[in-house]
């Protein structure tokens, strides 16, 4: 099926080749160098920024989370913010002074990985023979049910308040004369650089991912459940694989984010909303490719923390709306914006906009899908 | 909690169950035909409603009579219905049409996207805030008994859809386009061999669904009295979840599903508390699906090889 592939006159210029061939194809370990390097020369990022950078890697590690599931292996997921918010408790039970555990971040994150991951698990497992559409509808009714649990349940998730404070990553730990809880806890370049580190290691576990024998069976999968099956692949075992990857990816990224806000927030941070922002990420960065998830979630970040402020303050300036109309301010229309931007990417350029290949071919064959 | 108490609980849900009804069958027509599970629909709805409430503002309704008022209210259904049904028939056309062969989750996306858009059109008429819909009727009991009451409100319910399910099942059962579109939603090749123009029965189907979901936009909105951009999400998936309980695809089933979460949903609030009614409900479609995902009336579909 994939030899099948459209020529495409847009498609990227060969990257073997040319002056750029090194940063073409080693995109990451550049990139990873320069957000390294960045918080040394950027002083900015010492403060709010560094803020806002750290979210965005969360993201990111979020989004990939979600791409193994509907990009690698096809399978829609409408609730992978609902594992966000299980790892997110889950380390901040394991965390808060309100709880005796109080064991530390490293081995609560270890905990919440594998709780969530066990939780995916858990969800895949019966629902495996579902159809795709069926399966979407089934985790965005699983996202629901986590939420309003976790609203819920006031006297272990604190309700609407959430949990807090969740103490820094290496509160109480001394290292060579520095206390880390303490640093953590004024400089955002810790948590920058933590994200970061996770960040890379998550990427860097996708290309062996991609590479790897389970990832050609998801991707298999994928393009042929019955085509597959008659190779000698079992979907089921890989099918739950990409549950439980996904969901332990996400519940990571749940840990980053409770501890870098010192708070669970409330259960609508892990809402269908996020879900599906997450979502429109990696779609619209290009499904089953990792730097188009990557961009993708840039895109939409930027989008919330760059492009509408600035548009807005810029409205603002021009003074066209005085009477603070909501369909006069740039962020008003946020919505419309995200809704057109979907179909459009779905007529015209489904793969994305840094697509994987293998996906690519798939999408432009036309005809019988998936 | 005595018996009368769940007498009553019962018949709140089943009227509720009505309009989940009304709306499950958008879901359920569209889904049966083009096997797209159209996330737009509550959003349309939610449209209709706010089309609703301007009209009654536009038309000063509030200060109307009974005998205007019903007629006014069977204006306002026809005219929201006309616009979701039209609404719905225009997205189909510009959104869905041209990805008719793509793969399954290209138009779920897009479907996606389209509520991204209704909502925020829904944003900019009604403001962020919720906006409560005028009382039209008066809430007198119609029953003489102090423990039941069944209102003119739940009346009204029962008086549109109960015509409208019948109008549909004649259409359904007893036309030509209904045999058409019978005919697509099992085999829309075979079915446009034997010279069935299955773009206009699918343009048909999407009418026919958004015209239900217009009249349960007014509906909703003279009976639930609240309306506001985000209405259509968490409704649309009360009434997903009803067509999916009865078997997507079936539209007597999607009433029967419509008129169980109904009662489901009244009783869990009866019982257990409003706010676990939503998680109830999709613990349900959730079990459902993982043990019958036919539904309670679907047919079984065989994976095509």
């Given at each position: 099926m994939s030899n099948n592939r459209s020529p495409r006159t847009s498609a990227p210029p060969d990257p073997s080749t040319g002056p750029w061939a090194f940063l073409a194809q080693r995109w990451e370990l550049v990139t990873l160098g320069v957000l390294a390097i960045a918080p040394l020369v950027i002083p900015a990022l010492g403060g709010a920024l560094g803020g806002q950078v750290t979210n965005l890697f969360i993201y990111c590690i979020l989004a990939l989370a979600l791409n193994v599931m509907v990009g690698y292996t096809g399978l829609v997921h409408l609730g992978i913010a609902s594992f966000f918010g299980i790892g997110a408790y889950v380390l901040a039970i394991l965390t808060v002074p309100m709880y005796p555990f109080q064991i530390g971040f490293l081995a609560a994150a270890v905990i919440a990985v594998l709780?969530?991951?066990?939780?995916?698990?858990?969800?895949?497992?019966?629902?495996?023979?579902?159809?795709?559409?069926?399966?979407?509808?089934?985790?965005?009714?699983?996202?629901?049910?986590?939420?309003?649990?976790?609203?819920?349940?006031e006297q272990i998730t604190g309700g609407m308040k959430g949990l807090n404070p969740v103490p820094p990553p290496g509160a109480g730990v001394t290292l060579g004369g520095i206390d880390l809880g303490k640093e953590f806890a004024i400089d955002p370049r810790w948590f920058y650089y933590l994200a970061l580190l996770s960040l890379a290691g998550v990427v860097l576990a996708m290309r062996r991912l991609e590479n790897s024998r389970?990832?050609?069976?998801?991707?298999?999968?994928?393009?042929?459940?019955?085509?597959?099956?008659?190779?000698?692949?079992?979907?089921?075992?890989?099918?739950?694989?990409?549950?439980?990857?996904?969901?332990?990816v996400a519940g990571l990224a749940g840990c980053l984010y409770a501890a870098s806000l010192s708070t669970t927030a409330d259960p609508n941070a892990y809402d269908f909303n996020r879900s599906i922002m997450v979502l429109c990420a990696v779609i619209l960065g290009g499904l089953g490719s990792i730097p188009g998830t990557l961009l993708g979630v840039a895109i939409l970040v930027g989008f919330d923390t760059v492009l509408a402020p600035w548009a807005d303050s810029w409205i603002q300036q021009m003074n066209v709306n005085p009477?603070?109309?909501?369909?006069?301010?740039?962020?008003?229309?946020?919505?419309?914006?995200?809704?057109?931007?979907?179909?459009?990417?779905?007529?015209?350029?489904?793969?994305?906009?840094?697509?994987?290949?293998?996906?690519?071919?798939?999408?432009?064959?036309?005809?019988?899908?998936? | 909690m005595s018996f009368q108490f769940l007498l009553q609980q019962c018949l709140i849900g089943l009227t509720n169950g009505a309009l989940i009804a009304l709306v499950a069958l958008g879901y359920t027509m569209v889904y049966g035909i083009i096997g797209l599970i159209n996330f737009a629909h509550g959003d349309l709805i939610m449209l209709g409603a706010c089309l609703a409430l301007s009209l009654v503002g536009a038309l000063g309704m509030t200060a109307a009579g009974p005998a205007t008022t019903w007629v006014?209210?069977?204006?306002?259904?026809?005219?929201?219905?006309?616009?979701?049904?039209?609404?719905?028939?225009?997205?189909?056309?510009?959104?869905?049409?041209?990805?008719?062969?793509?793969?399954?989750?290209?138009?779920?996306?897009?479907?996606?996207?389209?509520?991204?858009?209704?909502?925020?059109?829904?944003?900019?008429?009604?403001?962020?805030?919720?906006?409560?819909?005028?009382?039209?009727?008066?809430?007198?009991?119609?029953?003489?008994?102090?423990?039941?009451?069944?209102?003119?409100?739940?009346?009204?319910?029962?008086?549109?859809?109960?015509?409208?399910?019948v109008a549909l099942s004649v259409l359904v059962k007893g036309t030509k386009l209904g045999k058409a579109m019978r005919a697509v939603s099992q085999d829309p090749t075979a079915a446009a061999l034997v010279g069935v123009d299955v773009d206009r029965v699918i343009a048909a189907t999407f009418f026919i669904g958004g015209f239900l979901g217009g009249a349960a936009s007014v509906i909703y909105?003279?009976?639930?009295?609240?309306?506001?951009?985000?209405?259509?999400?968490?409704?649309?998936?009360?009434?997903?979840?009803?067509?999916?309980?009865?078997?997507?695809?079936?539209?007597?089933?999607?009433?029967?599903?419509?008129?169980?979460?109904?009662?489901?949903?009244?009783?869990?609030?009866?019982?257990?508390?409003?706010?676990?009614?939503?998680?109830?409900?999709?613990?349900?479609?959730?079990?459902?699906?993982?043990?019958?995902?036919?539904?309670?009336?679907g047919r079984r579909v065989k994976e095509k090889v």
């Open positions: 709780v969530t991951a066990g939780t995916g698990l858990a969800l895949g497992a019966p629902t495996l023979r579902l159809r795709g559409d069926y399966l979407a509808i089934v985790t965005l009714g699983f996202g629901e049910v986590v939420k309003v649990t976790l609203r819920n349940l389970l990832g050609r069976a998801l991707v298999a999968v994928r393009e042929d459940e019955l085509a597959a099956q008659a190779m000698g692949i079992s979907a089921t075992k890989v099918k739950l694989a990409a549950f439980a990857m996904s969901s332990a009477k603070g109309l909501s369909y006069l301010s740039f962020s008003g229309w946020r919505l419309a914006i995200f809704g057109v931007a979907l179909v459009l990417v779905m007529r015209y350029r489904p793969e994305g906009l840094i697509p994987s290949r293998r996906l690519a071919a798939e999408l432009h064959e036309g005809g019988a899908g998936s | 006014g209210i069977g204006g306002l259904v026809l005219i929201c219905g006309l616009f979701c049904g039209l609404l719905n028939v225009a997205v189909d056309r510009i959104v869905y049409k041209p990805l008719r062969n793509a793969p399954k989750l290209a138009p779920l996306v897009s479907a996606i996207g389209v509520s991204f858009i209704f909502m925020n059109v829904g944003l900019f008429w009604l403001g962020p805030a919720d906006k409560s819909f005028p009382e039209l009727l008066p809430s007198t009991n119609l029953l003489h008994n102090d423990a039941l009451q069944f209102t003119w409100k739940d009346l009204l319910v029962v008086l549109i859809v109960g015509p409208l399910m909105g003279l009976y639930i009295n609240t309306i506001g951009f985000q209405m259509g999400f968490q409704n649309g998936l009360y009434a997903f979840t009803a067509a999916v309980l009865g078997g997507i695809g079936s539209i007597p089933g999607a009433v029967l599903g419509g008129l169980v979460i109904g009662l489901v949903r009244a009783l869990a609030s009866a019982y257990v508390g409003e706010r676990w009614t939503g998680a109830i409900v999709f613990a349900i479609l959730i079990v459902i699906l993982v043990f019958r995902p036919e539904g309670l009336l």
